[in-house]
């Protein structure tokens, strides 16, 4: 099956400042890469997504990339803010499943 | 907007008890899943459901069975809980293939078995 790997697994920024987080994935038949956002006490939810055919996607301060080539995508947040602080998660998919990376906390500090 | 229900946010069983979680969707979806987060694990697929009656196993199903008699409710069964049962249980479903590829995430049961 896949294997979704993701990191950092912890990453403490300044207010203001750019996130970056990175995934790699193993099955060249994954076609869907959505990114949630846990918040405490909450379900995921997505915050952006992208498909194999687009190499990059922006939705205001978040920006996807993918490189099909070399298996990885990468979340983008910029000009971060204190309610960007949360658990993210990548996510690789072909048809029915989803496989999740293992999480990055992210922590913004005022 | 989509609505996951999940029937309880904390639950604490014996070792042993049968254990019943419950998942209510409200937009018609064909898929569910049922998943497990543990730290540093992230989420691990236990089963899906496709269609009313049916069922595949996912990474973790070993101790776990399911059950979907209706379209919108999925019910993740532990037969006999274990202490390796503790963990954050989330509930997901998606519309079928074709359409939006998002899926939609309940707001969890964290299972304590003591």
């Known amino acids: 099956g896949e294997n979704v790997e993701q990191h950092p697994s912890t990453l403490s920024v300044q207010e203001g400042d750019s996130a970056v987080i990175k995934c790699t994935y193993s099955?060249?038949?994954?076609?869907?890469f959505p990114w949630y956002k846990q918040e405490l006490g909450k379900g995921p939810q997505l915050i952006i997504d992208i498909r194999s055919n687009v190499g990059e996607k922006k939705d205001q301060r978040i920006a996807v990339t993918l490189n099909k080539t070399a298996k990885h995508f990468s979340l983008h947040i910029t000009e971060t803010q204190p309610e960007d602080s949360a658990v993210y998660f990548c996510a690789a998919t072909y048809g029915n499943q989803f496989y999740f990376g293992t999480g990055t906390s992210l922590t913004v500090i005022p | 907007d989509v609505k996951v229900t999940q029937s309880s946010r904390y639950l604490v069983k014996r070792t042993g008890e049968k254990v019943f979680l419950e998942c209510v969707q409200d937009?018609?979806?064909?898929?569910m899943f049922w998943y497990r987060q543990d730290p540093g694990l992230g989420l691990r697929l236990i089963y899906f459901?496709?269609?009313?009656?049916?069922?595949e196993k996912g990474d973790i199903p070993e101790g776990y069975s399911v059950s979907r008699e209706k379209k919108e409710r999925f019910s993740l069964i532990l037969e006999s809980a274990s202490t390796n049962q503790t963990s954050m249980y989330l509930c997901?479903?998606?519309?079928?293939?074709?359409?939006?590829?998002?899926?939609?995430f309940g707001p969890g049961t964290r299972l304590t078995v003591t």
């Open positions: 937009m018609d979806h064909e898929n």
């Open positions: 099955d060249s038949a994954s076609n869907y």
């Open positions: 997901a479903s998606r519309p079928g293939t074709g359409s939006s590829y998002e899926q939609y």
């Open positions: 459901s496709y269609d009313v009656k049916m069922k």
